[in-house]
C-alpha cells in the first residue's frame, strides 16, 4: 500500500474531472498573421521560403501581411 493510494481513497472523484467548456484544446483563438509573399515583378504569389520568383526569375519578393 502507497501514499498515493490512500489520498485516492480519500479524494474520490479526482481521477473523473469534467472538461472545461471554456478552455477548448487545439483551438486556435488569435492566430498568426497571414502574409502572401508575391514576386515584386509579376505578382505571382510564391511560397514563404522562395526568394526567387519561380515564374520570371526576378529575386525581388514582397510580403504583404493579412489581418
Ligand atoms: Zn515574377
Given amino acids: 500500500m502507497s501514499l498515493s493510494d490512500i489520498f485516492t481513497g480519500l479524494l474520490p472523484g479526482t481521477d473523473a474531472e469534467p472538461e472545461s467548456p471554456d478552455a477548448p484544446r487545439g483551438a486556435n483563438v488569435d492566430g498568426p498573421t497571414t502574409v502572401v509573399y508575391e514576386c515584386r515583378n509579376c505578382g505571382t504569389t510564391v511560397d514563404p521560403k522562395t ?7 526576378h529575386d525581388e519578393i514582397v510580403e504583404y501581411p493579412i489581418d
Avoid: V
Fill in 51 to 57: 526568394s526567387r520568383c519561380p515564374h520570371c526569375d
